[in-house]
């Protein structure tokens, strides 16, 4: 039976009604009535072609939340009708180092969920099941969709460079990605000072858990935390002053790039070799990064802000996101 979703036909182009037949399903596949669908700017880079891998038609979608329709004989952890999600990672081959010792998200032959592939835009999809999470009882299904992705990708870099209370972070962009920065910072009960290009942000960004605010457009504000981080995460994809920021880091900090700012990144070498400075970046997170993600999450009663719209409205959210319109993020529901 084929699967109804929304396609961009061409490269750049609006989503329109497309229906494909699904692959068989395979002994590890579950097949997901999808109920809710996040959207974030990966999916316009691929509507857009713009990191050249796109294939068209293109079913966009990687924060997916519904309801397991039917399992592979060798799915034993997922049952019918049991509540899960799916981020941006669809499978990897779980055979080589990397797989082995819990890093499948760093795979060479990991796939994405809407690379080469249909993603949630769709009534239905078929995926991995070993790449499929169930959702905590506690949690929305609204909810748990960015969380998939966007919570992943801010949550693994806190586990990965040892955040604690002691902890002093930074970060930059409070948009889709950085506010769930600080909301988890907050939990984690660090300072977190939050840089942005939008003073009227301010009050909010204080509201989600920032002990600071800065105006990220104006380079003596940046110089007043000369020395102070330990962690700078860098959530915005356009190209900044990144020697004033790692002047900012104190000895032995990082600065970890979550978006991907154009062309090459110069830095003088002194600033990392004198005080033991790194630049480094970081994606999604693993599968038990993700599974204890969620758990945080429910723990700390983090909710991403939503704006929430039928699937219906597809492209009218795009164009909200297109826009920088949105604030946080944007879930669509079937």
Same mark, same amino acid.
């Given at each position: +039976? ?31 009535? !999808? ?14 072609d ?12 990687h924060?997916? !939340? ?7 004989s ?5 049952a019918?009708?049991? @509540? ?6 669809r ?18 032959k990991?796939?994405?969920?809407? +690379? ?12 991995d099941?070993?790449f499929?999470?169930a959702?905590?009882?506690e949690?929305?299904?609204? /909810? ?9 990708? /801010?949550y693994?870099?806190? %586990? @990965? ?8 972070v930074? !970060?930059?962009?409070?948009?889709g990605?950085?506010? +769930?920065?600080?909301m ?11 840089f ?5 942000? =301010?009050?909010?960004a ?7 605010f ?10 007043k ?10 959530? /915005? ?17 990082t600065?970890?790039?979550?978006? +991907? ?18 630049l480094t970046g ?5 599968? =038990?990064?993700? @599974? ?32 920088n ?8 529901? %079937?």
């Amino acid at each position: +039976m084929a699967f109804a979703a929304l396609a961009a036909l061409s490269k750049g182009g609006s989503l329109e009604p497309f229906s494909y037949e699904p692959a068989p399903l395979g002994p590890d596949d579950v097949e997901i009535d !999808v109920t809710h669908c996040g959207l974030c700017h990966s999916d316009i880079h691929l509507i857009d072609d713009a990191w050249n891998r796109a294939k068209f038609p293109q079913v966009p979608g990687h924060e997916i !939340v519904g309801k397991v329709a039917a399992v592979g004989s060798a799915i034993t952890e997922l049952a019918i009708g049991q @509540r899960v999600g799916v981020g941006w990672q669809r499978s990897a081959c779980l055979s080589c180092d990397l797989c082995v010792g819990g890093e499948e998200n760093l795979c060479r032959k990991q796939q994405a969920t809407c +690379m080469g592939h249909h993603g949630g835009l769709a009534d239905k999809i078929r995926i991995d099941g070993r790449f499929t999470f169930a959702i905590p009882d506690e949690m929305e299904s609204a /909810v748990a969709a960015p969380l998939l992705c966007g919570g992943a990708t /801010v949550y693994a870099p806190l %586990r @990965r460079f040892g955040v604690t209370a002691a902890t002093s972070v930074a !970060v930059i962009g409070i948009g889709g990605l950085g506010h +769930m920065a600080l909301m988890m910072l907050r939990a984690f009960g660090c300072e977190a000072t939050a840089f942005s290009t939008s003073p009227n942000k =301010r009050e909010e960004a204080l509201a989600m858990g920032a002990t600071d605010f800065a105006a990220s457009t104006d380079p003596k504000e940046i110089r007043k935390h000369f020395g102070r981080f330990d962690l700078i995460l860098s959530t /915005v994809h356009a190209k900044l002053d990144w020697t004033t920021y790692l002047q900012t880091l104190r000895p032995n900090g990082t600065l970890c790039l979550l978006g +991907m700012p154009p062309g090459v990144i110069q830095v003088p070498p002194a600033l990392l070799v004198t005080g033991h400075r790194s630049l480094t970046g970081s994606d999604i997170g693993s599968r =038990r990064t993700i @599974r204890e993600m969620l758990r945080f999450a429910v723990r700390h009663r983090i909710a991403p802000l939503l704006e929430r719209m039928p699937m219906s409205e597809a492209n009218a959210a795009l164009t909200r996101l297109r826009e920088n319109q949105v604030r946080y993020r944007v879930v669509l529901e %079937r």
